[in-house]
């Protein structure tokens, strides 16, 4: 499951700047449906393009073979069941 489909959950807006009233951000909190955990993002502009989302996404490298980067893209999915993450990630690494 992608990012795009975990962040469905929309929360609550909130709007920040600085002392001056410049360097405006339009922040956005959303609920993972997988995991529960929260998602903060910021944009220029009230619905704005994104600028920023915490936490990073991280990308799996492509160079990496086909059976081992399937197994640590289901591992990074599996994040919120430490024993099934384990699973995975290890399977990435074992011979195939």
Do not use: K
Request: with cysteine; net charge positive; hydrophobic share 40%.
């Amino acid at each position: 499951m992608g990012r795009a489909r975990a962040l469905r959950n929309y929360l609550a807006p909130v709007e920040t700047g600085d002392y001056t009233g410049g360097n405006r951000r339009f922040w956005g909190m959303y609920r993972c449906v997988r995991c529960g955990g929260g998602i903060i993002a910021a944009a220029r502009g009230d619905r704005g393009a994104t600028i920023a989302i915490y936490p990073t996404e991280t990308v799996i490298d492509e160079t990496i073979p086909h059976p081992a980067r399937e197994y640590l893209a289901q591992a990074q999915d599996s994040q919120h069941s430490p024993a099934g993450a384990v699973m995975l990630a290890a399977s990435a690494v074992a011979p195939c």
